[in-house]
DNA sequence: CTGAAAGCGCTAACAC
DNA sequence: GTGTTAGCGCTTTCAG
């Protein structure tokens, strides 16, 4: 942080800026438009939300409005409207860092989902932290919006349970709480972990391990059962690192999962549970020695771009990104539809897909 | 988008959920809570808002009131509370595209600092379109917004000079509109670009190839100036290509990108003007050959921590983050804290700094 | 110290 | 066909 100032300075330079008060807003309303046009705001309101024809206002009174209302260029107060009808039209996506590949893909499917449905959508970052999670949610509770899709941290069920008796709309993904009725979208995590287990196994790799987040969270249990049960089924002899989640960037973790990779040429591969230890990996292999690349056999939970780029390319277990976004938007857009109604909760187990590359094709070199 | 789904199927499962209404949320309002404890609206608001020991308010009064909002889990109704006063505490953060590495890194740092002055921000992807920036930004105009931070999209001058006559404060960045008096932060463009190319003689590279964006907003013009002064300087032969900015992923520009890099082997290097570039560009080189990585040397602008991994590890010009982001907030506090008066604008360029890596070290073999 | 009441801008039931 | 008006839940002035 520091050091990066360290190199930067800055110019400033000021001007002035001559408010133009002759164009400013007028803070038009409907009151004042019905004044101006001599109508009254029943007719005003009903001609801005398209419901002319309906209430039978002559065509001549409904040009007249919208062309004044075009001609001031006004917009009604959304939130007047929210506090009247109760709705916002927005809906919140919290995940654990909307800067990480995944979760920003699927944030951007979501978004262009709702926008056509009207609905905005507000993202935010939880960072995995319980404190965090409960102030967002609360936040947006306050503000009314319209549903939740999230990433549940470990103990923020109680907020999640909240949601639902206050009938707001919840879906959530990528985990869940299994003693909560909700909504959610899931891959089959232990499922997929075995088949990238087994995937090595297939390719004559034998000690192979694997480094996961330390986490009560279920996708995490479950991408460890998988493994362990693929692992089990060979015969062969598992080997777990687990990372604390707040330490991922720490110094010390680094030396760990050195230590773990290379120590003792135990390992021939490893199964990395989740994108960013990848990211993290990568770059201890690539500072110590790139030769490790043609030896170690490498597979990694979530795809990224620059999987494909990397020497060797790697393989990974790509989640359906599009098919999550469309399911969790389908769940939430019936939710809000049928609220008011006793609802079902909807689960969703997906599939995801091992993209195979190089890095874990056995090398010639057997040790 | 069509093929990914065809590797996925879903299992639905459906559980009944029985909505327990006994503890549905009883709508508290301050007047319902008035009147449970024989109280004026008035009061619970003064309590509810800290200035209890300011309007005299017993002590007793106090905490009957605190305990009994606390015991309920009441929450004031920020909309109401918005109509009211005229204030969302919301500010928008609108980007080309949020997934994007270097919009998503500012976006983090930015939400933090917001975070603590108690504003939330929105985030948005204009995909520098402008119909969709200008849906984007009435949107958030009508919703009361306090505040915007844009990534202009080319023809969206008007809507922003909208918002200031609007009185809504609104800081650019990453580029302005030269003729228009707005506050904004970028970077010198002209500048890290020359320095970057310079970097590229100086290790000996003579026909330096400029791949771009076709685009007449000033951040890139800059970009593009910068490079040809500085092979004009060294009386250097420039060599430019210009991708139309929505074709970026299409199958014939990376046809045209791979011609332009390896057609007669003109170039010995290569100065990429964005990251989204350089990752096309990094994926064709890779389909390709890799060792054209070993011959080309490569430069590009925005750094990437993938960039840090490849083989080669890549040059890049990296933007002042933390530093944009800063500003950012700087200049948008005081416009929110000053809103009432004539305000001045502020204007902020930061050096960049060019991180050399292995991609822009000459290379033995000189064909 | 506390309460009454106006009003933020909009919707929609009801009235004419 | 169009107008009047009662709130949505909150803040804040003014009264007492």
Not at 41 to 48: A, D, N, P, Q, Y
Not at 166 to 178: A, G, H, K, S
Not at 184 to 204: E, G, P
Not at 207 to 218: K, P
Request: hydrophobic share 40%; net charge neutral.
């Amino acid at each position: 942080m520091f050091k990066l100032c360290l190199f930067l300075f800055s110019s400033y330079s000021w001007g002035v800026a001559f408010q133009n008060s002759l164009m400013k807003n007028k803070n038009h309303t409907l009151k004042s438009i019905a004044s101006t046009l001599n109508l009254s705001v029943t007719t005003i309101s009903f001609v801005l939300n398209g419901k002319g024809k309906e209430k039978k206002i002559s065509n001549e009174v409904i040009k007249k409005v919208l062309d004044y209302v075009e001609s001031i260029n006004f917009r009604p107060n959304q939130v007047a409207q929210s506090l009247r009808t109760g709705k916002t039209k927005i809906l919140v996506f919290m995940v654990e860092d909307i800067s990480n590949y995944f979760f920003a893909k699927i944030a951007r499917i979501i978004e262009d989902l709702a926008y056509d449905k009207g609905y905005r959508v507000l993202f935010c970052s939880n960072e995995n932290d319980d404190t965090r999670s409960r102030d967002l949610i609360h936040l947006f509770y306050e503000r009314q919006v319209d549903g939740f899709i999230i990433i549940p941290s470990p103990g923020i069920k109680d907020e999640i349970e909240m949601l639902i008796k206050n009938n707001i709309p919840v879906v959530l993904f990528d985990r869940y709480f299994e003693d909560l009725d909700t909504s959610y979208v899931v891959i089959d995590n232990r499922n997929a972990a075995r088949k990238a287990t087994q995937h090595l196994i297939d390719n004559d790799f034998k000690r192979i391990g694997f480094i996961t987040i330390e986490s009560q969270q279920n996708q995490m249990i479950n991408r460890q059962k998988g493994y362990i049960e693929a692992m089990e089924n060979s015969g062969l002899k598992t080997k777990i690192l687990e990372i604390p989640f707040r330490k991922i960037e720490d110094q010390n973790t680094k030396k760990t999962i050195k230590k773990f990779l290379m120590e003792g040429k135990e390992l021939d591969s490893v199964f990395f549970a989740t994108n960013y230890l990848t990211r993290t990996a990568l770059e201890i292999i690539k500072e110590v020695d790139q030769s490790l690349f043609e030896e170690l056999g490498i597979v990694t939970f979530d795809d990224n771009d620059l999987f494909k780029i990397n020497t060797p390319t790697i393989t990974a277990v790509a989640q359906p990104l599009k098919q999550i976004g469309e399911e969790l938007m389908n769940i939430m857009l019936n939710l809000l539809r049928e609220e008011k109604e006793q609802n079902g909760t909807q689960n969703i187990v997906l599939n995801s897909e091992l993209i195979i590359r190089n890095s874990s094709i056995r090398k010639n070199s057997v040790k």
